[in-house]
């Protein structure tokens, strides 16, 4: 039996006080679970703390919430885990971030989780008149969308999600994984119409930023962030969904550059990613860039023969790989989620970055 | 040592300040940078948003060429750029973990006589600064500590998440490193909010109020902290915090004003290098504050007095 100390974020709103903290020592042994620290500082010390919870088993998705700053399942997070990363060797407990907090540790999921779920019409909706019989689809298609369903519903990745900290609009990294689930269903009728949707919204697939937290944060291994990058790849490619957010030409501003350049060349990323340098939607934007363009430009950051001229080209090896796998009729996306990893013969030696990882658990 | 040199495509293009100043720090570390020329970007997740396949083969490519280095003497890849390392760590994931996938992608490469072989060894300078060089040895070329200079890390997402496949943890705290450094100089470091959250650069075309909103966030968290300066490893986060950093404070609706360095540049720095040496005065927002604070250093040795401009 070891000793830890957890220090709580206590909140309740009516009573008109600010949050505060509060440590509690427990003594568990170092592989009971946060969530069996809270209890028994619940049970011991003081019945008033609020924590949700059931399953105990990283299942039920009811005890997210952030340890040492980072979010997780209480229950699914070990003490003697938790403790290295304490600071000052108290283990922080608070709610979840992007939901208002309800008390303690409870945070308001239908104010802002749920919510953000029903928006992406989170259920089938077929062609036609379902088949006499059952659906017949290809496994692999199923496959393809278990990493999806693995979602508990936690709200982790929806706590720590960056451009849902400075766009409270935003869908999010949970419900749009949950779009991609009947996007890459094939029984759904409705792809396109889904897809129109999310990358027509302001604060659709677009507004998603590429920070990683979702799959750092995600305790299932659901990826939103991957998921979302899916999404954009299905609305542009096979969908040739053209969006008022510039999501389209951005992506295809950039591809082209590289396949032009070899390397960007960022002085036409910009107009380009507008619809080119004429576009009726480029000249506002870049003239709202304009003071910095100038900026860079006496500063000697940006000389005007690099804005201007292409001093670099893409070696010729470069536009063969462009033309080659855009020749394919069929796109080739691993996904080692679903293949799983090799056996390794030689010893896993992790100073050489890149090793395939396992199913994420904070407490391997 | 000899490293394989990937510079990217930014340190060539807006912010030609960190591919010089990488330059001009890497002999006094005793770097031999090797420059893959013939590379191309590594598509900054954007053209593997566009096509897996195009980013993995492209990069696979890349690897190939520095590992045609490392066979002629290089010990390993090196790159200056956050936003290079997570982007190629991705597709190296893949290509390493998965034979079938690798010997598929490898043949694209074959009419150019190149193989990628599974394992490259991969490093930000940052990383390579800490785990080949050493902070100790680092410490020793120290010329001109950073004494009383405040400075508060900015990794950049793609350096620092996920965990597992960019090799972080009780081993590695690749997560530390550039407080580590800091401290190796002999800077304070400021701890501040937004040090590991996202610059939002990649949505700057897509949502740019969001995109400024983030940037300028982050940056008055650092000013609220009393940080002289920021310093980050990713060219791409120094457009948002830096080129961008007038339109993030009217976003934010206060001032800034904070200045932004590249790594090799506080590196540079502390080693004894100029600050317009170092392409400091290509800044958008002018790093006064550590200029004055270089100034007032080498003043306090040499004259005694106040500090001057430059």
Not at chain 1, 58 to 66: D, Q
Not at chain 1, 83 to 102: F, K
Not at chain 1, 226 to 251: F, P, W
Request: with cysteine; aromatic share 6%.
């Amino acid at each position: 039996m070891a000793e830890y100390t957890l220090k709580l974020r206590r909140y309740l709103p009516e009573s008109g006080q600010a949050p505060y903290w509060e440590e509690f020592k427990i003594d568990l042994d170092g592989t009971r679970s946060v969530l069996d620290g809270i209890l028994q500082a619940r049970d011991r010390d003081d019945g008033s703390i609020g924590i949700r919870c059931s399953c105990r088993a990283a299942i039920c998705g009811s005890c997210g919430v952030r340890i040492n700053g980072r979010p997780m399942l209480a229950c699914h997070t070990h003490l003697e885990k938790a403790a290295e990363t304490a600071p000052n060797g108290a283990i922080e407990v608070e709610p979840m971030g992007n939901m208002p907090v309800l008390k303690d540790l409870i945070v308001d999921m239908d104010a802002v989780h749920w919510k953000k779920m029903r928006r992406v019409t989170p259920w089938l909706i077929p062609d036609g008149e379902p088949p006499e019989r059952e659906y017949i689809v290809p496994a692999e298609s199923m496959i393809d969308i278990t990493q999806t369903m693995a979602c508990i519903q936690c709200g982790a990745c929806v706590s720590d999600c960056l451009s849902m900290e400075v766009d409270p609009l935003f869908v999010g990294p949970a419900a749009l994984a949950k779009a991609y689930r009947f996007v890459g269903d094939p029984r759904d009728g409705q792809h396109r119409q889904r897809l129109l949707d999310l990358s027509e919204d302001p604060h659709g697939i677009y507004d998603c930023t590429h920070c990683f937290n979702c799959i750092e944060a995600c305790p299932k291994g659901v990826a939103p962030m991957s998921q979302i990058m899916r999404l954009r790849r299905i609305a542009t490619a096979d969908h040739g969904i053209n969006d008022r957010n510039n999501g389209y030409r951005h992506e295809h501003a950039f591809v082209d550059n590289i396949e032009k350049n070899g390397i960007l060349h960022e002085a036409d990323l910009l107009p380009d990613s507008y619809g080119g340098k004429f576009h009726p939607r480029a000249v506002p934007e870049l003239a709202r860039s304009l003071p910095s363009i100038l900026k860079a430009l006496r500063t000697g950051k940006v000389t005007p023969q690099k804005a201007l001229l292409h001093a670099h080209k893409a070696p010729k090896e470069v536009r063969r790989i462009f033309d080659h796998v855009h020749d394919k009729d069929e796109r080739y996306e691993l996904n080692l989620y679903v293949v799983g990893e090799e056996d390794e013969p030689e010893p896993d030696d992790s100073t050489t970055a890149g090793h395939t990882p396992e199913e994420r658990s904070p407490n391997t | 040592m000899k490293v394989a040199y990937w510079p990217g495509c930014v340190s060539r293009g807006f912010t030609p300040e960190l591919h010089g100043s990488m330059a001009k720090v890497a002999p006094l570390l005793d770097i031999e940078l090797v420059a893959l020329d013939r590379a191309s970007c590594c598509g900054a997740g954007v053209i593997a948003e566009h096509n897996q396949e195009l980013a993995d083969t492209l990069n696979a490519r890349t690897f190939a060429l520095a590992q045609q280095e490392m066979a002629d003497g290089a010990e390993l890849m090196m790159n200056i750029c956050s936003t290079c390392q997570g982007s190629q760590n991705e597709c190296q994931e893949r290509l390493d973990g998965n034979t079938e996938y690798r010997d598929h992608i490898n043949e694209t490469l074959a009419p150019e006589g190149l193989t990628y072989e599974k394992g490259i060894s991969n490093k930000n300078f940052l990383w390579l600064l800490v785990e080949e060089i050493g902070l100790d040895a680092v410490k020793a070329k120290v010329k001109r500590p950073l004494t009383d200079l405040r400075v508060g890390p900015f990794y950049g997402c793609y350096i620092v998440r996920p965990t597992d496949r960019l090799g972080i943890g009780r081993d590695h705290p690749r997560d530390r490193y550039l407080q580590m450094l800091i401290e190796t100089l002999g800077g304070t470091v400021v701890d501040y909010a937004g040090q590991y959250k996202c610059c939002g650069f990649p949505i700057i075309t897509m949502n740019r109020d969001a995109s400024l909103k983030q940037a300028g966030r982050h940056l008055g968290d650092a000013l609220d902290a009393d940080a002289d300066c920021l310093v980050t490893p990713c060219p791409l986060c120094h457009l948002n915090l830096d080129l961008q950093q007038p339109g993030a404070a009217k976003v934010v609706g206060r001032e800034l004003g904070m200045p932004v360095l590249h790594l090799p540049q506080l590196v540079g720095l502390a080693l004894g290098l100029e600050p317009k040496e170092l392409g400091m005065g290509k800044h958008v927002v002018k790093p006064t504050s550590v200029i004055d604070w270089s100034t007032s250093v080498v003043a306090g040795v040499g004259e005694g007095g106040s500090s001057g401009g430059w």
